[in-house]
């Protein structure tokens, strides 16, 4: 079956450090990629998505990911970390052209001061 | 412009009662999807709606969800009776028919069943 992986429960960060959350896929064809982040008390919020051309991708508040088709990942990145991107981050594939997203696990990330 | 809006923002009921979800997508979108997350697991999509018409309801788990989306405008997601693994956050999205690949997400309900 076509899935998302993030293998990470939990990822934690100091202020000011790169931060990388993991994402791979299972995905026949050619994958529409994406990361959302649901803060606190909020929806998900979209993020980025990779539909075909350039495998880095950049997204709102700085985050990147980049597509490898070799390693079948979507890692999502930043630079440098804010405490304010403390948050849940779900990765998700678009099921054959229909809309339906299917999401991976969801990882946390924290960053710490 | 108003986002995804869902209400009641939490809603706990007892095993057997019916509960009934809402949601109001974005004005003009075409699609509205429903997902749900149960306790620290992924978010599973439930179903589709294009306008009024269910494009695609195989997530749907049983027989006691009933979505629908009179009008093509807001949507209601009914649990008739709701059972204790019911229990989750629903989420909503919309999206516009010229960009499905961006789904704009509402704040979600919690369900809990007792």
């Not at chain 1, 791979?24 to 529409?32: A, R």
């Not at chain 2, 108003?2 to 095993?15: D, M």
């Amino acid at each position: 079956a076509q899935s998302v992986a993030q293998p990470e429960d939990q990822v934690n960060v100091a202020e000011g450090n790169p931060l990388t959350v993991k994402c791979t896929y299972s995905v026949s064809g050619n994958p529409y990629l994406f990361w959302y982040v649901q803060y606190p008390n909020r929806g998900l919020q979209f993020l980025l998505k990779y539909i075909t051309g350039d495998n880095l991708v950049k997204g709102s508040y700085g985050f990147e990911a980049e597509f490898n088709k070799s390693q079948t990942s979507f890692h999502l990145k930043k630079p440098s970390a804010l405490v304010s991107d403390s948050a849940l981050y779900f990765c998700a594939f678009e099921s054959s052209n229909t809309g339906k997203l299917i999401f991976g696990q969801g990882t946390t990330l924290q960053v710490k001061p | 412009e108003a986002g995804v809006t869902q209400f009641p923002s939490h809603s706990v009921i007892e095993k057997g009662q019916t509960v009934t979800l809402r949601c109001d997508p974005i004005s003009g979108h075409d699609n509205l999807y429903w997902y749900r997350r149960v306790m620290g697991k992924e978010i599973k999509f439930l179903l589709h709606f294009v306008k009024e018409s269910k494009q695609d309801e195989s997530g749907m788990p049983n027989n006691r969800f009933l979505a629908e989306r009179t009008g093509g405008t807001y949507s209601t997601l009914k649990v008739q009776p709701a059972e204790l693994e019911d229990s989750g956050v629903y989420f909503c999205a919309s999206s516009h028919w010229t960009d499905s690949y961006e789904q704009y997400f509402g704040p979600g309900t919690r369900l809990t069943v007792t």
